[in-house]
């Protein structure tokens, strides 16, 4: 079975741009969870969608947004870039939301110059 | 405020020694507790789930304990190999919207030398 796949792998962007990270889960697993890591702070919840849903939202400003399509798979969106914003977004799937088991994908590496 | 600590911040051990890390939370109320291994440049694996039940929870060279009294975990792992080298993150959830929300430490970084 493939695992987590996100798209692109890398990107770099300019401040104020905006960006589309993709996300396709696990077949079968019907939740997914956006997380931003950078060496500052480290791993951090962006939020969780389940069933074309937001279940959760973490503490991010509401530059950052996200979708879950109908086939599970998501993306989530950044609009008028931040150097601050330069991270590993990573991507995990879960069968459902009531499981704890998690499947991260890559990442992408986004760089904001 | 929900935090996790995470200790050391890193460690460098020979091959084939033994080893533990630390894990304090005060995340409240609780739901589970992971430890996630992540080599660099990867996505984290998940090592271990445990709730608030299990003392203690197996995978292979890799135990973690759970003290919820105390909010202590710890994840020991058992004559180490190169291919352990890499940063475990522990991450607790609390229950939100049917789900969980995680939150994450800063992980340990573990070096493996020969």
């Known amino acids: 079975k493939a695992g987590v796949t996100q798209t692109p792998r890398y990107l770099i962007k300019t401040r104020g741009q905006q960006v589309t990270l993709s996300c396709s889960p696990i077949s079968g697993h019907r939740s997914v969870s956006w997380y931003q890591q950078t060496p500052g702070q480290g791993l951090q919840f962006l939020f969780e969608y389940f069933s074309e849903t937001q279940r959760n939202k973490g503490n991010f400003p509401g530059r950052f947004s996200g979708r879950q399509f109908s086939n599970s798979r998501s993306e989530m969106n950044v609009s008028t870039l931040e150097l601050g914003d330069s991270a590993l977004y990573l991507c995990?799937?879960?069968?459902?939301?009531?499981?704890?088991?998690?499947?991260f994908g890559p990442g992408t590496r986004l760089t904001v110059t | 405020k929900n935090q996790v600590e995470q200790s050391p911040q890193s460690l460098i051990i020979l091959e084939g020694k033994n080893c533990t890390l630390q894990?304090?939370?005060?995340?409240?109320?609780?739901?589970?507790l992971r430890w996630y291994k992540q080599d660099t440049g990867r996505g984290p694996v998940s090592l271990t789930i445990?709730?608030?039940?299990?003392n203690t929870k197996s995978n292979g060279r890799y135990t973690a304990t759970l003290d919820a009294d105390t909010k202590q975990s710890s994840l020991h792992i058992t004559a180490s190999q190169l291919s352990d080298s890499a940063s475990y993150i522990c991450?607790?959830?609390?229950?939100?919207?049917?789900?969980?929300?995680?939150?994450f430490g800063r992980g340990t970084s573990l070096i493996v030398h020969p």
């Open positions: 894990c304090n939370y005060t995340v409240s109320p609780f739901s589970n």
């Open positions: 995990a799937s879960s069968l459902d939301i009531t499981s704890g088991e998690q499947y």
């Open positions: 445990m709730t608030f039940s299990e």
């Open positions: 991450v607790v959830s609390y229950p939100s919207g049917g789900s969980y929300i995680p939150t």
